[in-house]
């Protein structure tokens, strides 16, 4: 499996970004597609997750700004970053559980497959 982050970028506070996630070597999709992000000085936290059925869960903070979503036809995964906010730059991480899971969660360890990020700068 190998993953390619693109579409991070410097806007201001209260504009729009599209993140995307192209997946190679994961024909079926049953399993765990999420974002995770690193800001300056902390930990990397999970953002976004969604299922093989398209249940989504969001970070509490980015809940109603941010939609997470994939199409399969283009082996992709999208971010769909609204209204934001200094607090969300950070290195943006697309990360993948290709196997069948009964429930997604944010937890880092749920995920072995990873891309290498794609920054975003978010300006007052």
């Known amino acids: 499996v190998h993953v390619v982050e693109s579409g991070g970028d410097s806007v201001q506070a209260g504009g729009s970004l599209r993140l995307s996630c192209v997946v190679s070597g994961y024909r079926h999709w049953v399993g765990c597609l999420a974002w995770f992000r690193q800001g300056p000085g902390h930990e990397r936290e999970g953002v976004a997750v969604i299922s093989n059925s398209d249940t989504t869960s969001y970070k509490d903070s980015v809940k109603g700004r941010f939609t997470i979503s994939k199409d399969k036809a283009k082996n992709t995964l999208y971010l769909q970053m609204n209204a934001l906010k200094p607090e969300d730059s950070g290195l943006y991480y697309c990360?993948?559980?290709?196997?069948?899971?009964?429930?997604?969660?944010?937890?880092?360890?749920?995920?072995?497959?990873w891309g290498q990020g794609t920054q975003v700068t978010v300006s007052s």
């Open positions: 990360a993948v559980n290709p196997y069948f899971s009964q429930q997604c969660s944010l937890g880092e360890s749920g995920f072995p497959y």
